[in-house]
């Protein structure tokens, strides 16, 4: 059973209390949801559903928009990939910060602006699983180590979701592809994470280096048989309808 959306184990009480009255709806608690914010950059804790607030309530209160803690904001919902997270985010974000609105309103263009769209595009590389593109376009720019810095583990928190993802989906993969994948080119940084955070095991046979993942209810082969079974009668229903005329 998956966890419901608006719940979140780490949420201090008197956040809790906000998100449950009225006062979500007033300005003033906006400076709250900032703290909350810049704790859970610090403990690496994620509650979508308090930020989701601090978000509308930017949104009803242009001028209280902190361009710092939105972006802290968004690159802590890239730790949580490939949850909705992000994208429910982004969505309540001013319309000229989206990433669409690039090529159509250069006149807007900012800080902010391209501060958001860079964080738009590492999550559309991780979503769409390009996982050594996301590092080097990490890696590419002084500007996203500013985008992250005050997100504490960031780096390690991704590998983390990425092997998550690996996990689900591979029974063993080559070393050489799994360390482009986490970033991690140093053979021993990548046996540690491996064994120690994975609980994977490494093979190695000559010169060819393999990570084997244990079978789990995602990456298990299952074999599954479909059948349909669909009478006659049912093409001859089809096929009247074809020669019928319209009223």
């Given amino acids: 059973m998956g966890v419901t959306f608006d719940k979140c184990e780490t949420?201090?009480?008197?956040?809790?209390?906000?998100?449950?009255?009225?006062?979500?709806?007033?300005?003033?608690?906006?400076?709250?949801?900032?703290?909350?914010?810049?704790?859970?950059?610090e403990e690496r804790t994620f509650d979508c559903y308090a930020n989701?607030?601090?978000?509308?309530?930017?949104?009803?209160?242009?001028h209280l928009l902190q361009p710092e803690v939105v972006t802290n904001v968004l690159a802590k919902a890239l730790t949580v990939f490939p949850s909705p997270a992000f994208s429910l985010c982004l969505s309540?974000?001013?319309?000229?910060?989206?990433?669409?609105a690039e090529a159509q309103n250069t006149?807007?263009?900012s800080d902010f602006v391209e501060s958001v769209q860079k964080l738009a595009r590492l999550s559309t590389l991780l979503e769409s699983a390009q996982y050594a593109q996301f590092w080097s376009t990490l890696n590419s720019d002084d500007l996203y180590a500013d985008l992250v810095a005050d997100v504490a583990g960031f780096e390690e928190l991704v590998r983390i979701r990425i092997a998550?993802?690996?996990?689900?989906?591979?029974?063993?993969?080559d070393a050489d592809v799994l360390e482009a994948w986490?970033?991690?080119r140093n053979g021993e940084a990548l046996e540690k994470?491996?064994?120690?955070v994975c609980n994977w095991e490494i093979e190695k046979s000559?010169?060819?280096?393999?990570?084997?993942?244990?079978?789990n209810k995602e990456n298990e082969a299952r074999s599954e048989v479909k059948s349909e079974r669909v009478g006659i009668e049912q093409f001859g229903r089809v096929l009247r309808r074809g020669f019928e005329q319209a009223a």
């Fill in 193 to 196: 994470f491996v064994t120690e």
């Fill in 182 to 184: 986490l970033d991690l």
């Fill in 107 to 109: 006149s807007q263009t």
């Fill in 206 to 215: 000559g010169s060819s280096v393999v990570v084997k993942v244990p079978t």
């Fill in 92 to 100: 309540l974000l001013p319309a000229h910060t989206q990433p669409f």
């Fill in 164 to 173: 998550i993802e690996v996990g689900k989906t591979f029974r063993q993969i």
């Fill in 11 to 41: 949420r201090p009480a008197h956040i809790e209390a906000i998100l449950n009255g009225l006062d979500r709806y007033n300005p003033e608690t906006t400076t709250v949801f900032q703290d909350y914010v810049s704790q859970q950059c």
């Fill in 52 to 62: 989701l607030a601090l978000l509308k309530l930017y949104q009803f209160n242009p």
